[in-house]
């Protein structure tokens, strides 16, 4: 953990495996496994480029896994900033 890309990386994985384990409890989960595999790898790249040559280029790789979750893996769920996501299905 030397640079700011192996914080930064090592964050995106971590919040990754926490939206994968929750949705795993789900009795019927929404996604499968093998679609975290993108951005985890997506994640070794972004640290990869930005420990070895560019900042610019490992920024649009962590934004492209950003991207990759919020529109494959579909988090933020709709109700999210309106205190809404219980996990029930139900808003406030």
């Known amino acids: ?3 700011i890309w ?3 990386t090592v964050i995106a994985f971590g919040g990754l495996v926490v939206l994968m384990l929750n949705r795993s ?6 996604d499968h496994l093998a679609q975290y595999l993108v951005p985890a790898a997506g994640c070794a790249i ?3 480029i930005g420990n070895n040559h560019s900042d610019f280029f490992a920024a649009v790789a ?3 896994v950003a991207v990759y979750v919020y529109k494959v893996l579909k988090w933020p769920p709709a109700d ?3 205190g809404g996501s219980r996990g029930d299905g139900q808003g406030d």
Do not use: C, H, I, S
């Not at 409890?25 to 929404?30: A, G, S």
């Open 25 to 30: 409890t789900m009795e019927k989960p929404v």
């Open 6 to 8: 192996d914080w930064l």
């Open 80 to 82: 999210f900033l309106r």
């Open 1 to 3: 953990m030397e640079t």
């Open 46 to 48: 972004a640290n990869y």
């Open 62 to 64: 962590l934004g492209l």
